[in-house]
């Protein structure tokens, strides 16, 4: 399947999801550095789609789970639910969020809430969830380290000698 075909059959399994107004409201949320909460589901579903399809598992339900792994509407840089640390607190807000708007597989679900393994509670019960969560350490790290081109840190560093030499 070329990546063509292989994007038209992931916008087939998730167009539902793609369209609803809860989903299209993570992009008004900053995920990584530049990177929305949408950008980055949408980064992590199409991974987790290709992955599960070239291993011949339930690429649909890779690609769903992986779109709404993120689904909490809080800024986490600054707040986020008032019992527990982000890190193992947002799958469960975000399962919850996903079983409100939408009908889940349990697959999705384990997707959803065991996806920060193995910093979460949850662990992953499926091969789809593994691909999910790996999908989405790999965006993450992508997405972290394009804010450090070589180019941004000599400007961060000519910065600081500028100010260390102001000091004076």
């Known amino acids: 399947m070329s990546r063509d075909d292989s994007f038209e059959a992931f916008l087939r399994e998730t167009e539902d999801l ?60 600054v707040s986020g639910p008032t019992c527990g640390n982000h890190a193992h607190r947002h799958p469960l807000v975000a399962l919850q969020n996903a079983r409100q708007y939408f009908t889940l597989t349990p697959r999705e679900e384990n997707i959803i809430e065991s996806h920060m393994f193995p910093l979460g509670y949850t662990l992953p019960r499926y091969a789809e969830s593994f691909v999910v969560t790996f999908s989405d350490k790999v965006c993450a790290t992508v997405e972290v380290a394009s804010q450090f081109t070589p180019a941004q840190l000599r400007r961060r560093l000519a910065a600081r000698r500028r100010v260390a030499y102001a000091r004076r």
């Open 18 to 77: 793609l369209a609803h107004p809860k989903v299209q409201a993570l992009g008004d949320y900053q995920q990584h550095g530049s990177v929305s909460r949408l950008d980055h589901s949408l980064y992590v579903a199409y991974m987790s789609f290709r992955i599960a399809a070239r291993l011949g598992l339930r690429a649909r339900e890779a690609a769903r789970g992986g779109l709404l792994h993120d689904l909490f509407f809080y800024d986490w840089h």
